[in-house]
């Protein structure tokens, strides 16, 4: 773990020391295990989205894409369907919405964010088309988030959750694609004369933020038992926040998973505490809004002194 990450552990410490202090619960493990439960599609769309921004690009339609998801898969799967198949085509739709947006940057040549923005209106409104104001049941799965490892305490989704941000991290750090991922990130013309693959990364990476979107739908509908076109709001932001507090530039180029996993923590014990404390949802929202905004500067500021430094020395 770097510098970086240990920023975001620190803070975690805070929350969490500011937490006991409102709710001598706060600290319990169930209580703990049960909060993280409430986060695992904020991490997924976190693990993908960091493989986004070190790539140098943006995913904005991600929660658009998990509602979408969950609505196709509840329309089209029953009671009868095996959970495999259901994991599967949640998965591959995810994939393929995912490299709309890809295709969208790289043959269309739109900027990462204006095609996001895009998609993550279209998909939404594509949801809130198809189901209109009613709800669909979601097939089969349901109460996962009720599933402990053994006889133990702990939830399953938090712990798939860790392992699939553990598989990532190995993947973004430890693989040559990981490495191709950064290199365009920092310089994607740069990438291009090298004979790196700079348009076939870019659609990986937009195909992979898809399909932890599609797997995030699996957890939403499980834990929710239905769907509706406007669950998962906000958590885009959530996840894009969990990115850069966690240490990923947003400019692209390096990134830590480790630091992702740890600022989603944080993010989940700050709501859980300002939820404790009374503070309502919307100045929540507000109070995760300034917290990226902090990073990026921060961020920007730390570059900017390592830019300048060579020229002092």
């Known amino acids: 773990m770097s510098r970086r990450d240990l920023v975001p552990v620190g803070l975690l410490a805070i929350v969490l020391f500011v937490g006991s202090r409102l709710s001598a619960r706060f600290l319990d493990a169930p209580y703990l295990l049960d909060t993280l439960n409430l986060y695992v599609e904020a991490g997924l769309l976190a693990t993908g989205m960091t493989f986004v921004i070190v790539c140098g690009e943006i995913d904005l339609s991600v929660a658009s894409t998990t509602v979408l998801v969950a609505c196709v898969v509840s329309k089209f799967l029953g009671p009868e369907t095996n959970p495999v198949v259901l994991v599967a085509m949640s998965v591959a ?5 995912g490299l709309v947006n890809g295709a969208l940057v790289t043959i269309g040549r739109v900027p990462s964010f204006l095609a996001t923005l895009a998609t993550m209106a279209t998909y ?9 104001p009613f709800s669909a049941k979601w097939p089969v799965m349901k109460g996962l988030d009720r599933a402990h490892l053994g006889n133990s ?17 190995l ?11 950064a290199a365009v990130g920092t ?10 693959p700079v348009e076939r990364t870019q659609l990986a990476v937009f195909a992979l933020s898809g399909a932890m979107a599609g797997l995030a739908a699996v957890f939403l509908g499980s834990r929710l038992g239905v769907v509706r076109h406007d ?3 906000g958590l885009e932001l959530d996840a894009i926040t969990a ?28 709501k859980t505490a300002m939820g404790v404390a009374g503070v309502k949802p919307e100045v929540q929202v507000t109070v995760v809004g300034v917290l990226l905004v902090l990073a990026v500067l921060a961020g920007n500021m730390a570059g900017l002194a390592r830019r300048k430094a060579p020229t002092q020395a």
């Open 243 to 270: 990115v850069v507090v966690g240490g990923t530039s947003i400019l692209g180029g390096q990134g830590s998973m480790a630091g992702t996993v740890a600022a989603l923590l944080l993010v989940a014990a700050a």
């Open 171 to 181: 993947v973004l750090h430890r693989t040559v694609f990981g490495r191709q991922v």
């Open 124 to 132: 939404r409104g594509v949801a809130q088309a198809w189901l209109g």
């Open 93 to 97: 739709i995810g994939s393929l919405l």
């Open 187 to 196: 310089n994607a013309i740069a990438s291009r004369f090298s004979g790196l």
């Open 231 to 233: 669950l998962g709001r």
């Open 153 to 169: 305490p702990v939830p399953w989704p938090p712990v798939i959750w860790l392992l699939v941000a553990g598989a990532a991290g």
